[in-house]
């Protein structure tokens, strides 16, 4: 029987390709397990590994820097600055990330960039600013860093085994998982970071008064935090608007928003405002271009020139203004439509043993309380069980002095030397810890007067295990080191606040006064929904309207340019406006497409437009059925700055005209019929609803149509009493269409 042929293995398209088996092929899997396997890991990582701040105020690449730093010596006062590149290699150790992610770790960390409160980094060079944009930071090789002095508090007992180390990505040195710091660095210094799914924003807060908080909480937990911790306290400075309901919701639950604006004075000699502080959450550049933006489009008249001129003394943006410019009034202004006021929007997530968690200002301190109790608490074990073995080493001295000579004749007639130990401790009854130090004293300090001023530490340090076995049993006691060390951070490094508060009682409580610049403007609409705003002065240069062929000017109006306006479209919605959102124009350009200005809906077109100050009056509509509907222009009327209205009149029936009239007039009625009829509207009742299919007007003959409806002046309309009508036709009840329009000469 002859032998199957096996089939022949794929072979390798190149010479150095490995056949793998079953590449190639198509497995098909659960989407669900897939994101377990693949993103979770990854969702986790960035949660609990690099976004999020923990307890001691840090995030990972924060503390792997500090750290390292700290292992180089660069918190001794004698040590100088050591190059930036340097610094970020050493950190490469811990944080396998990049240099240029660790470096700009390290810039934000930095006095120079003026990002922190208390800055834990002392630098050399350009750091660039946290306020600016375009400032760039100069690379590592040019720049020279040290620790700031106040980072011996986070450091403080580190090798007292106060915190728990862990090995390092590749397992060649240890590293700490918290810093143990001595007062709450997490409600000090600000933290920004956006993990999957959830993010953190930590405002920072005066330190004396974070440090006066915590005092006050751990000796009462029922304590009033507003009453010590008065509100943030941002590095730029600025005033804060003082809402003490918004800053009670944000201390108990974590969450809230704080309004922050700018800090300026006004230099008379020179009609220039100078501002010197702005919020924290903006940049020089975002505050320039967004004013510029303004005077471009003609919001802001007041304005001549705007420049910064940030230097080394500091920020400073310089507004030059208009000869006869209020500087208050503008700058209320300016903080309503820019970034010189802006809030800080807050969100304090913070990781709490590996699980991230919202917390109030509260809940925060009482952490970090319990974290630091931990850390005194291992540290006075820690020191407990030196003094202890130092205690238990000393003993043996004093069991020696008793016999010196005994000692050395011990040590001298013992041939073997792994027996002077054994023989040590049968002499003396001491145990092998103590037979191998006595063993190991030097022959010059064996006398009397070197072991006497040894064992007289013997009672302090009786004392000294005493007291420490009291502050293990007591938890009074540690929390009583905790506010000692409290005080000493005060003391040491507290700093006067720099965000200042104002209060709403000092703010207009009515609605800001309309600003806006007020001067006459004629306005005008085309057929064709093209719209041109004209201030006088130009119309008498230039009277020739340009419009595309085949259009026409459909309305005009003299205005001014505080005027709100009303665009009614041929889908039965309203778009509203104000003349001065549309820049002043001359006759000779094609002015504003209000479709696509107003972004109305696909295949929406413009029916007629209504300036308004006051919202008196009515608008008409009129059907090609004959109704009409009278709805006043308060039904127009919006209290917020909606500026979309559906449903502005009634779909029924197509419309034929949209009028406004101030009060009751004569209206002219043409029909498809070339008949014509004279009506006043005070006959009809005014609808309160928009979408009001109004009544009839005027009853038609079989396919005939209302084809228009037109004004009537006084002086027109007693020539037309042979048209007019006596009443409104009443419903169900046909009417004859009246005159002939033919004859009609308005």
Known sequence: MARKKEPEKKKPAFKHEAYIEGSGSVVDQQISDVLKSNYMPYAMSVIISRALPEIDGFKPSHRKLLYMMYKRGLLSPDKERSKSANVVGETMKLNPHGDQAIYETLVRLTRGNEALLHPFIDSKGNFGKQYSSRMHFAAPRYTEVKLEKICGELFRDIDKETVDFVPNYDNTMQEPTLLPATFPTV?????????????????????????????????????????????????????????????????????????????????????????????????????????????????????????????????????????????????????????????????????????????????????????????????????????????????????????????????????NEADVVPNLMIGFGIDEIQAEFVAEIKLRNINKQY??????????????????????????????????????????????????????????????????????????????????????????????????????????????????????????????????????????????????????????????????????????????????????????????????LQKAYSEKSPLTAALFISDDCDILLRTSGGHALVFNTGMILPKTTRDSQGVQVINLRKNNTLTSAELVSPEDSAGLDKYRAKSVPAAGKPAKELGDSNQLTL
Not at 553 to 577: C, G, H, V, W
């Open 451 to 644: 072991i006497l001023r040894r064992i007289e530490e013997v009672d302090q340090l009786r004392k000294d295990i005493a007291e420490m076995e009291e502050i293990l049993r007591d938890k009074r006691k540690i929390r009583k080191i905790i506010i000692g060390e409290l005080k000493d951070v005060i003391a040491n490094y507290a700093q006067p606040r720099r965000t200042l508060f104002y209060y709403k009682n000092d703010e207009e409580e009515a609605v800001a006064e309309d600003d806006t610049p007020d001067y006459p403007v004629h306005l005008f609409v085309s057929s064709s929904g093209y719209f041109k705003k004209i201030t006088p002065q130009s119309l008498r240069m230039s009277s020739e309207q340009k419009l595309k062929e085949g259009d026409y000017i459909m309305q005009s109006f003299e205005s001014n340019n505080r005027t709100e306006l009303i665009f009614f479209s041929d889908k039965a919605q309203a778009y509203k406006s104000k003349a001065s959102a549309f820049a002043d124009t001359k006759a000779s350009v094609m002015g504003d497409y209000i479709p696509a200005q107003l972004s109305f809906d696909d295949g929406e077109g413009l029916s007629t437009m209504v300036p308004t100050t006051d919202y008196s009056g009515y608008m008409l509509f009129f059907f090609e059925n004959g109704k009409c509907a009278k709805v006043p222009m308060k039904a127009y009327e919006t209290k917020t700055n909606r500026k979309k």
């Open 187 to 415: 409600l000090v210094n600000s933290n920004t970071g956006i993990a999957v799914s959830m993010a953190s924003n930590v405002c920072p807060f005066n330190l004396e008064e974070v440090c006066e908080t915590t005092i006050a909480l751990m000796k009462d937990p029922e304590h009033d935090i507003l009453s010590t911790l008065k509100g943030p306290d941002f590095p730029g400075g600025g005033y804060m608007l003082y809402d003490e309901a918004e800053l009670n919701k944000i201390y108990e639950t974590g969450r809230g928003s704080i309004k922050v604006r700018s800090k300026y004075s006004y230099d008379k000699s020179a009609n220039c405002l100078e501002i010197t502080q702005i919020p924290y959450t903006t940049t020089i550049e975002a505050i320039i271009d967004k004013i510029v933006e303004l005077v471009k489009a003609g919001k802001i008249r007041e304005i001549s020139y705007i420049r910064d001129e940030t230097d080394l003394d500091g920020l400073k943006i310089a507004i030059d203004l208009k000869r006869g410019t209020d500087p208050d009034k503008l700058m209320q202004k300016l903080y309503r439509l820019t970034p010189l006021q802006d809030s800080y929007p807050c969100n304090f997530n913070i990781l709490i043993a590996g699980t991230p968690k919202v917390m109030g200002v509260r809940e925060i301190l009482t952490e970090w309380t319990a974290f630091r109790e931990e850390c005194v608490q291992r540290r006075t074990y820690h020191d407990l069980q030196k003094k202890k073995e130092k205690l238990h080493l000393l003993e043996a001295l004093s069991k020696i002095l008793l016999d010196i000579d005994k000692a050395i004749k011990i040590i001298r007639e013992t041939e």
